[in-house]
């Protein structure tokens, strides 16, 4: 069945550096991808998607990476900030489809 | 309004009790969805709206659970005889239209907590 998962549970990074949160997903007909932030007691905070037909898209501080081939998606953000920290959110949607699969999230933690 | 509203913000209630949770979408978003959240998952789907209509509700974990649409704007959530595995947050999503590429934008949620 669909099924899209997190490589990394959790992950601490030095303000100032890059992060990279991997997700792989499982669904070959999956056909847009979005990515979200959550912060304590909030809800799911949109920050970038992609549709199938690209690899990369780039937003401000962020860029998110889609390889198909091995059905693996990304999400780098750069020099981080205390303000990054958070639970980040794969989530995917296939063709034709009409709700968000998400997977179990990847707490980053940025330390001072 | 500018964003998806969700109310109550927080709910307690004894368990065996019914309870409506309510979403006013971002204006003219014709497409609304149910997630729900427990403590430290994942959202879980729950039902998809369409205007009024609810061409997927494959996500509702029992017959307690129901959710209607009036005026293609605002959504109710009803949990009927409440346990305390209800107890999770219920976060509601708007877009434009369904479908793939178009952004899902969520609420705050209303945190239910069940006793």
């Known amino acids: 069945g669909e099924n899209v998962g997190l490589h990394l549970p959790t992950l601490s990074v030095q303000e100032g550096d890059n992060s990279i949160i991997n997700c792989a997903y499982s669904n070959s007909a999956s056909d847009y991808f979005i990515w979200y932030k959550q912060e304590s007691g909030k809800g799911p905070q949109f920050i970038i998607d992609i549709r199938s037909n690209m690899d990369k898209r780039q937003g401000q501080r962020v860029t998110v990476l889609l390889n198909k081939t091995v059905k693996h998606l990304s999400l780098q953000i750069a020099a981080t900030q205390p303000g990054d920290s958070a639970v980040y959110f794969c989530a995917e949607m296939g063709y034709g489809a009409q709700k968000l699969v998400f997977g179990q999230g990847t707490r980053l933690t940025i330390n001072p | 309004g500018a964003g998806v509203s969700q109310s109550p913000s927080n709910k307690v209630t004894e368990k065996g009790k019914d309870v409506e949770l309510r979403c006013d979408p971002i204006?003219?978003?014709?497409?609304l969805y149910w997630y729900r959240q427990r403590l430290g998952q994942g959202l879980e789907f729950l039902i998809y709206?369409?205007?009024?209509?609810?061409?997927?509700k494959s996500g509702l974990p029992s017959d307690r659970f129901s959710a209607e649409r009036t005026g293609e704007s605002v959504s109710t959530l009803t949990i009927q005889r409440t346990q305390q595995e209800d107890s999770a947050v219920y976060l509601c999503?708007?877009?434009?239209?369904?479908?793939?590429?178009?952004?899902?934008?969520f609420g705050e949620g209303s945190w239910l907590t069940v006793v």
């Open positions: 204006s003219g978003h014709t497409a």
């Open positions: 999503a708007s877009s434009l239209v369904g479908g793939s590429g178009n952004t899902i934008y």
């Open positions: 709206f369409q205007g009024n209509s609810a061409p997927d």
